[in-house]
């Protein structure tokens, strides 16, 4: 009888560290982590230099079915993330209808079998489901709440409702994700700026202080409700010190994305409207600031907040073109370029986009590479060079803000429920 796949020659991330050793992988489970003679098998991965580690995850991302699917699905959006070295995604709720109902998460479940990765589904906290958050807790992985919107059905800006809506994820005991910017500021603020056409006024006319101030009342209302807190995609130094003291005493992490980590709001002056996201772009300081939030352990995951959007839609004004970057196919391989430039460790990248990821959202054994367990692996490998470019990528909105970027480390291979995924 022959197993399924084997895999050697490869290093593999196991009890926290580098290993040498080979895995037999059958039924979709690993059998075995060995370094004596492999079993044959109808599939063999022999990669020299390769890295194997626990299946990576991406806690946000936009896979814009049903409803937007002229951007993206669940099939390109996933085999996206596959390509990317990504075995897990986690869908935000903003598609058309937005995932608030049992029967619209139900409904996405049901598209979403067109998945070639593992995935859960945010719930989305509306003004209108305040009192459903039980029910919808037993189909999410987690919730979302806009306390500013890009989506309107979706926002939540008055603070009572905002401390309602706390309060009830709270009794569900699953985390909270906030989108953290102040609407009443933004919309203040835009009045200043809308006659501009640079497209640097975006980034001023959501000032770094809109998150500031979001981010005090998220942690505010966490303090009183006990909720689960994760800040979603922290732009700037001040957020983020607010976080680094609040984590003390209140139950609170955050995620950034590599657009913060590898791009300045002097971007925008070239790439414009293809790198107008919310939060914006901010400046080199925040950007610093943002890095030794890494190191030093204030910032928990790393996400792409995967949002496509069309080229037709993003070559608009900066006011009309809609906000968003696509990302879950480039993440890993920028990350793995810091670990070349000596950035950030790779153990470090392991635990942003895998080890922090399960804890904080209760995936229990997920990925991890122990004998019985599902196999959901990605193999790296930190020298082979890469370049960006549009006919490469597998994203249905067919392009990257990254593109003509170069470097080093990527993902050569992923594994999904024991299935090699093909790139
Ligand atoms: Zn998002």
Sequence with gaps: MKVDLTVKNCRIWHKKRLKKASLVIDKGKIVSITKSRLPPSKKKIDYKGGIVLPGLIDVHVH??????????????????????????????????????????????????????????????????????????????????????????????????????????????KKVLCVHAENEKMNKYSYKSYKKETDPMAYAHSRPPESEVLAINDAIELAKQTNVKLHICHVSTKDGLSLIKRAKKKVD????????????????????????????????????????????????????????????????QNIWFAPAGVPGVETSLQLMLNAVNKRMIKLEKVNELMHDNPVKRFGLGNYGNIEVGNDANLTIIDLKKEWEISREDLVTKCGWSPYEGWAGKGMAVMTIVNGNIIQN
């Excluded at 996933?78 to 619209?104: E, F, H, W």
């Excluded at 414009?272 to 928990?300: C, F, H, S, Y």
Aim: with cysteine; glycine share 6%.
């Design 63 to 172: 896979f814009r079915e049903p409803g937007l699917s002229s951007k993206e699905d669940w099939s390109t959006g996933s085999k996206a993330a596959a390509k990317g070295g990504i075995t897990y995604v986690m869908d935000m709720p903003n598609t058309i209808p937005p995932t608030v109902t049992l029967r619209s998460l139900f409904d996405k479940k049901e598209l979403a079998k067109n998945s070639v990765v593992n995935f859960g589904l945010y719930a989305g906290v509306s003004q209108k489901n305040l009192n459903d958050l039980k029910e919808l807790s037993k189909q999410a992985v987690a919730f979302k709440l806009y306390m500013c919107g890009s989506t309107e059905a979706l926002i939540i800006d008055d603070i009572s409702l905002q401390l309602k809506a706390f309060t009830n994820v709270a009794k569900t």
């Design 252 to 315: 609170v992490t955050c995620e950034t994305c590599p657009h913060y980590l590898f791009m300045t709001e002097e971007y925008l002056r070239e790439k414009r409207t293809l790198v107008k996201m919310n939060p914006p772009l901010r400046t080199e300081k925040d950007q610093k600031a943002l890095w030794k939030g890494i190191k030093n352990g204030t910032i928990d995951i790393v996400a792409s907040d995967h949002a496509p959007h069309t080229l037709q839609e993003k070559y």
